[in-house]
């Protein structure tokens, strides 16, 4: 997806979500048009938390790249940002629109509140790698690294289904 695009499907994102929002809780598309933006937008979001990711999880590997502390604290900056986007990038609920496929299982709309706290662990892990990266500290950036790794695993465990 080229940068345009993901602007484009944020921005949408944005008023999808902001509707919602207003609205104080969870809505059902009203269409499937309602949950093709609602989709993309939030695939945008993970996609480009994807292509922050690429650099610098390689260094957690044994025989990884060395560990660029300035790289980890920009790149995990921007996933904070993403990462708290998240929840209200759900809040519509897209269950029963099948022709955009999606890996959201339906445990995301039935447990809301699980479902934010597993992305707010992911937004706190995330500033954590900011603070240990900006310290140049390459063993505590590392290992801050990690936990952030395991907040995406443990959210994708319980709230990202099999590859469509």
Request: net charge positive; aromatic share 4%; with cysteine.
């Amino acid at each position: 997806m080229n940068r345009l695009t993901r602007i484009g499907t944020v921005a949408a994102l944005a008023a999808v979500s902001t509707l919602a929002a207003s609205q104080g809780a969870v809505t059902k598309a009203a269409s499937q048009a309602d949950a093709d933006k609602a989709i993309h937008a939030r695939q945008a979001i993970f996609e480009q938390i994807k292509d922050l990711n690429a650099p610098i999880a390689p260094m957690l590997r044994a025989n990884g790249p060395p560990v660029d502390t300035a790289l980890v604290a920009t790149n995990a900056a921007k996933i904070a940002e993403l990462a708290a986007k998240i929840p209200p990038a759900f809040l519509v609920d897209t269950r029963g629109f099948t022709a955009t496929k999606t890996r959201a299982v339906d445990l995301i709309w039935s447990s809301q509140a699980d479902f934010k706290t597993n992305a707010d662990a992911l937004v706190t892990a995330a500033n954590k790698a900011v603070e240990a990266g900006k310290s140049g500290d390459a063993a505590a950036t590392k290992a801050a690294l990690g936990v952030m790794g395991r907040a995406c695993g443990t959210c994708h465990d319980s709230f990202r289904g099999p590859a469509p």
